[in-house]
C-alpha cells in the first residue's frame, strides 16, 4: 500500500460516521432552538415594559403640566361612522385627524418633547413613517396606547348607566380609585410570535403577553385578555356593541377610573327601577335611536 492510500485511508468518514454527526447536531439544534426562542422573547419582553413605563412616565408629566389631565386632542363631538367627518387639528406641525375616542391612540402627539421612534415601537417593529418633531425621530402610529375609560364618565362605563356623549369627558389622573390595578398604558401590537410573524393584537386574545403600565407607574408583562373584561361603547364609532357584549379590557374598564382591570372583579347588578315597580331601564330608551337592543331591567325583588 503506497503512502497515499494510507494517508486517504485515515482521513476518510464512513456514512454511519457522518449521519452519527448529522443526528447529534440535529438533537442539539433541537435543544437549544428553545432556548434562544424564549432568550429572544424575553429580550422582547423586557424592552416592552421598559417602553410602556416610559411612555407613562412621560404622560404622568404631562398630567402635571396640564392640571391632572390625559393629553385631548379632539372634542367630544358625536361621530359613528366613517362618513362622518374626522375632527382636524395641528399639533406641533402634524395635521392629526381623527374623533373623540381617538384621544387614547394619538395622545403621543402631543407630548412635549416628543418620544422617539425607538419608544413607541414595540420590539420587532420595523420603524415606519418616523417624522422629525423638535430635533427627535418620533413616529405618527404607535404600537401603545392610552385607554379609551380616561375619556368618559364612570357612569358611561357600565352598560346599565351609559347615557351618551353627555357622558363623554377627560378624567383627571388624581380620580383613579386604584392606580395599582388600572392600566394607564398598554402595548395593542406584539411582533415575533411563532404563529404570526408580522404582527398580533395584544388584546382579547389568550396567549399573547404584553406590556402594560399600571397608573401608579409600575408595569408588568401579562396576557391582556385574562385581566377582567371591559363594558360595551354603545357609542363607538367604529361599531357600536350589543347590550351582551364586553368590551376590551383596560381599554374599557367597568366603571372607568373607579374601576379595575386585575381581580377583584364583581360583575355588575343593573339599577333597581324608581318606585319599585318592575319596567325598562331608563337607559334603554336611546337604543330606538342606535338600533342596539337593550335587555329591560329585571323586576323588582321584594
Not at 390625559?70 to 362622518?84: A, R
Not at 406641525?93 to 419608544?119: I, Q
Not at 367597568?254 to 327601577?273: E, F, M, N, T
Request: proline fraction near 9%; glycine fraction near 10%.
Amino acid at each position: 500500500m503506497s503512502r497515499t492510500q494510507a494517508y486517504s485511508e485515515k482521513r476518510a468518514f464512513s456514512l454511519i460516521e457522518a449521519l452519527v454527526v448529522v443526528a447529534v447536531v440535529g438533537v442539539l439544534l433541537a435543544v437549544c432552538a428553545p432556548m434562544l426562542a424564549r432568550s429572544r422573547g424575553g429580550a422582547r419582553e423586557t424592552a416592552s415594559l421598559a417602553n410602556a413605563r416610559l411612555i407613562a412616565v412621560a404622560v404622568g408629566q404631562y398630567g402635571a403640566e396640564n392640571r391632572d389631565m390625559p393629553p385631548v386632542l379632539f372634542d367630544p363631538i358625536e361621530s359613528y361612522t366613517y362618513k362622518d367627518p374626522p375632527q382636524e387639528v395641528e399639533v406641533y406641525g402634524r395635521l392629526v385627524k381623527g374623533r373623540w375616542f381617538y384621544n387614547g391612540w394619538e395622545f403621543h402627539k402631543l407630548l412635549n418633547p416628543a418620544l422617539p421612534a425607538k419608544a413607541l415601537l414595540a420590539p420587532g417593529s420595523v420603524p415606519h413613517d418616523i417624522v422629525d418633531v423638535g430635533g427627535i425621530g418620533t413616529v405618527n402610529v404607535a404600537d401603545y396606547s392610552m385607554p379609551k375609560c380616561l375619556y368618559a364618565s364612570p357612569e358611561y362605563w357600565n352598560r346599565w348607566t351609559q347615557r351618551g356623549p353627555s357622558q363623554w369627558g377627560a378624567q383627571r389622573f388624581s380620580s383613579i380609585t386604584f392606580p395599582s390595578d388600572k392600566g394607564l398604558v398598554r402595548q395593542h401590537l406584539v411582533y415575533g410570535l411563532a404563529n404570526f410573524p408580522y404582527e398580533q393584537q395584544a388584546s382579547g386574545f389568550m396567549g399573547v403577553r404584553s406590556a402594560v403600565a399600571w397608573a401608579d407607574l409600575s408595569a408588568a408583562t401579562l396576557v391582556q385578555a385574562e385581566l377582567n373584561p371591559g363594558e360595551p361603547n354603545f357609542y363607538y364609532h367604529n361599531g357600536a356593541k350589543t347590550f351582551f357584549h364586553s368590551g376590551l379590557p383596560i381599554e374599557e374598564t367597568l366603571h372607568g377610573v373607579r374601576g379595575r382591570d386585575r381581580p377583584p372583579y364583581k360583575p355588575v347588578s343593573p339599577p333597581r327601577p324608581s318606585g319599585g315597580t318592575p319596567g325598562r331601564h331608563a337607559g334603554a330608551a336611546l337604543d330606538v335611536e342606535r338600533g342596539l337592543w337593550r335587555r329591560p331591567a329585571p323586576p323588582a325583588r321584594v
